[in-house]
Nanobody, 124 residues
Framework: QVQLVESGGGLVQAGGSLRLSCAASGRALSRLVMAWFRQAPGKEREFVAAVNSIGVSTYADSVKGRFTISRDMVKNTVYLQMNNLKPEDTAVYYC??????????????????WGQGTQVTVSS
């Protein structure tokens, strides 16, 4: 029912910034919990940030103060603004959605729909 299309990844030097976009179709963001996860080669997929159906957000400790998740309700798009990037942020970033509206779940298994992923590479 829900399709997620990601964009905005790329190569950036440490200390730089990127903004990832995730355009959702099939369901309004007001009826979804949206999240960003990332996965580095050989590592488990890990939680980055999430925003629920009423706009409450949460972040992994590793990105607090550097990353911001936001929504454009008209465009039905969620963003991840990434500032002060570090080499350890290098990963494929995935947006995800689940149908429940309030729980800020950090477990990837709770999410129903996933984007295709976009590569973020941070050089030192």
């Amino acid at each position: 029912q829900v399709q997620l299309v990601e964009s905005g990844g790329g190569l950036v030097q440490a200390g730089g910034s990127l903004r990832l976009s995730c355009a959702a179709s099939g369901r309004a963001l007001s009826r979804l919990v949206m999240a960003w996860f990332r996965q580095a080669p050989g590592k488990e997929r890990e939680f980055v940030a999430a925003v629920n159906s009423i706009g409450v957000s949460t972040y992994a400790d590793s990105v607090k103060g550097r990353f911001t998740i936001s929504r454009d309700m008209v465009k039905n798009t969620v963003y991840l603004q990434m500032n002060n990037l570090k080499p350890e942020d290098t990963a494929v970033y995935y947006c995800a959605a689940k149908m429940t509206g309030l729980q800020l779940t950090i477990s990837s298994s709770a999410y129903d729909y996933w984007g295709q992923g976009t590569q973020v590479t941070v050089s030192s």
